[in-house]
């Protein structure tokens, strides 16, 4: 019996000896998400009965309830029931407006409360809402980036923030107020160089084109030194000509076209949805930015709901609220009700084409709030553009994490993942609308709700 009996004392040595490394994981882990509905982001049939452990900041397990045991002493969010899934990455959002309709209005009475309200506002509600990383594409650059330091050095909460510093552009147009301070004018396709070699060293992470009236060589050359430095670009156009001007200038792998679908025309020629997928441009719609003011037409209770007014100073909640008195008087609402269809339909041809779709919501312009811009944007992918809820998901998860060359750290849920997470009350592959209805966010292993 002896020799049998410390065979298994040895197999059972031996059997410790060999687990100690994989169990180290469990050892260290700081936090646990136990017992939900996971969907990791990679597309795959969601994982029931989930297990995800936090060391510090990074994600170290990634299973079920039968093969991940959860350390005693744990920290440990309880899941059951509930959707668990990477924070959503936004990549089109406004830090320095909330939603309120008069942008002139706006700069003019809040530039002085920009750094002590606007800008804490704006990201605490979009983490608070689940969305755990953004771009910005339009804050003033000293302001976004004393932003992203204030987040970064943990003074104040806020999602991730990738930078687009000041819009590229040829000429300050009524588009934007004459004294708007961060656009830059591009004056030939050298300046566009310069231009871009200037924001790669400060810091920026991502360049801005804002210009219908760029020429393609200019837009060649921004594209071109942009690509060079690492840098994706974000061009924000309108009419069919410049989209072709904007294809035909390089705009690459990636690169976001936002407020894609614009215009009245149903259709876009073969030749534009053929660069389109040739050159893997990414599409960024922002309906819900166009959208917005409709639906408050539709249902002014939008307006009050008191999900808007809940993070932010009552006085500056209480003049959003009366600049939509009379939405349907809105400079902009005819368009946002003439174009809908039309938009909607080009975003379907190009889906079925089989463009790229991420998620960028625009989120802090006009009936636009944060407080819900990025899971409106995912109702109406999936609802009017056609997207599968997994791939609308994606759009706003793992695609999202590819445009800001992010994919090996953020998106998915997997082990050595920074560990951006959400846990959602509802089950959005079938309601996708239950992404709003936030349980908890956890950003860089910390549990901020
Ligand atoms: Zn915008």
């Given at each position: 019996?002896?020799?049998?009996?410390?065979?298994i004392?040895?197999?059972?040595?031996?059997?410790?000896v060999v687990a100690?490394?994989t169990?180290?994981p469990?050892q260290?882990?700081t936090?646990a998400?136990?017992?939900?509905?996971?969907i990791?982001?990679?597309g795959?049939p969601?994982i029931?009965?989930?297990?995800?452990?936090?060391?510090?900041?990074?994600i170290?397990?990634?299973?079920?309830?039968?093969?991940?045991e959860?350390?005693s002493?744990?920290?440990?969010?309880d899941?059951d029931g509930r959707?668990?899934?990477?924070?959503?990455?936004?990549l089109?959002?406004?830090f320095d407006?909330l939603?309120?309709?008069?942008y002139?209005?706006w700069?003019?009475?809040?530039?002085?409360?920009?750094?002590?309200?606007?800008?804490?506002?704006?990201a605490?509600?979009m983490?608070?809402?689940g969305?755990?990383s953004?771009?910005d594409?339009?804050t003033d650059?000293d302001?976004a980036?004393w932003?992203?330091?204030?987040?970064?050095s943990g003074?104040?909460?806020?999602p991730r923030?990738f930078?687009?510093?000041p819009?590229?552009?040829k000429t300050?147009?009524?588009?934007?107020?004459?004294?708007?301070?961060d656009t830059?004018?591009?004056?030939?396709?050298?300046?566009?160089r310069?231009?871009v070699?200037?924001?790669a060293?400060?810091?920026?992470d991502v360049?801005?084109?804002?210009d219908?009236?760029?020429?393609?060589?200019?837009l060649?050359a921004i594209y071109?030194?942009a690509?060079?430095?690492?840098?994706r670009?974000?061009?924000?156009?309108f009419?069919?000509r410049?989209l072709?001007?904007a294809l035909e200038?390089?705009?690459g792998?990636?690169?976001?076209?936002e407020h894609i679908g614009?215009g009245?025309?149903?259709?876009y020629?073969?030749?534009?949805v053929n660069m389109?997928i040739e050159?893997q441009?990414?599409?960024?719609?922002?309906?819900i930015a166009e959208?917005?003011l409709?639906?408050?037409?539709l249902?002014?209770e939008?307006?009050h709901d008191?999900?808007w007014?809940?993070?932010m100073?009552?006085?500056i909640?209480?003049?959003?609220r009366?600049?939509?008195?009379n939405?349907?008087?809105?400079?902009?609402?005819?368009?946002?009700v003439l174009?809908?269809?039309s938009?909607?339909?080009?975003?379907r041809?190009?889906y079925q084409a089989?463009?790229n779709?991420i998620?960028?919501?625009?989120s802090?312009?006009?009936?636009n709030p944060?407080?819900n811009?990025?899971s409106r944007?995912i109702h109406?992918?999936?609802?009017?553009?056609?997207l599968?809820?997994m791939e609308?998901i994606?759009a706003?998860?793992r695609?999202?994490?590819v445009?800001?060359?992010?994919q090996?750290?953020l998106?998915?849920i997997?082990?050595?993942?920074?560990a951006?997470?959400?846990v959602?009350?509802?089950?959005?592959?079938e309601?996708?609308?239950?992404?709003?209805h936030?349980i908890h966010?956890i950003k860089?292993?910390v549990?901020?709700?």
């Amino acid at each position: 019996m002896m020799p049998k009996k410390s065979g298994i004392a040895a197999a059972l040595i031996t059997a410790l000896v060999v687990a100690l490394p994989t169990a180290s994981p469990a050892q260290d882990a700081t936090l646990a998400i136990v017992g939900g509905r996971l969907i990791d982001g990679y597309g795959g049939p969601p994982i029931h009965d989930s297990v995800v452990l936090i060391s510090g900041n990074r994600i170290t397990a990634v299973g079920t309830q039968n093969d991940i045991e959860v350390p005693s002493g744990v920290a440990v969010i309880d899941a059951d029931g509930r959707t668990v899934m990477p924070g959503l990455i936004d990549l089109h959002v406004h830090f320095d407006i909330l939603g309120h309709g008069n942008y002139d209005h706006w700069f003019e009475t809040y530039e002085s409360r920009m750094r002590s309200d606007v800008l804490p506002t704006a990201a605490r509600i979009m983490l608070n809402a689940g969305v755990t990383s953004v771009r910005d594409l339009g804050t003033d650059i000293d302001n976004a980036f004393w932003l992203r330091e204030q987040i970064n050095s943990g003074a104040m909460p806020g999602p991730r923030t990738f930078i687009a510093g000041p819009f590229l552009r040829k000429t300050v147009t009524s588009f934007v107020s004459p004294d708007f301070v961060d656009t830059w004018v591009v004056e030939s396709p050298a300046d566009g160089r310069r231009k871009v070699r200037q924001l790669a060293g400060m810091g920026v992470d991502v360049i801005k084109t804002q210009d219908e009236a760029l020429s393609r060589e200019e837009l060649a050359a921004i594209y071109d030194e942009a690509h060079k430095h690492g840098l994706r670009v974000a061009t924000h156009l309108f009419s069919q000509r410049a989209l072709r001007t904007a294809l035909e200038a390089g705009i690459g792998q990636w690169d976001t076209i936002e407020h894609i679908g614009a215009g009245s025309q149903p259709r876009y020629p073969d030749d534009i949805v053929n660069m389109i997928i040739e050159q893997q441009v990414a599409m960024a719609p922002t309906i819900i930015a166009e959208e917005g003011l409709r639906q408050i037409y539709l249902n002014p209770e939008l307006v009050h709901d008191p999900a808007w007014g809940a993070l932010m100073p009552a006085d500056i909640y209480a003049d959003i609220r009366g600049s939509y008195a009379n939405v349907q008087r809105h400079p902009l609402f005819n368009r946002a009700v003439l174009h809908r269809e039309s938009k909607m339909m080009k975003l379907r041809q190009l889906y079925q084409a089989g463009a790229n779709f991420i998620v960028a919501s625009d989120s802090g312009s006009r009936a636009n709030p944060h407080h819900n811009a990025a899971s409106r944007e995912i109702h109406f992918l999936v609802k009017e553009v056609g997207l599968t809820p997994m791939e609308a998901i994606m759009a706003a998860t793992r695609w999202a994490a590819v445009v800001l060359q992010k994919q090996n750290e953020l998106g998915t849920i997997t082990e050595g993942k920074l560990a951006d997470i959400i846990v959602i009350d509802g089950d959005p592959l079938e309601y996708p609308g239950d992404l709003r209805h936030v349980i908890h966010v956890i950003k860089d292993g910390v549990q901020i709700r």
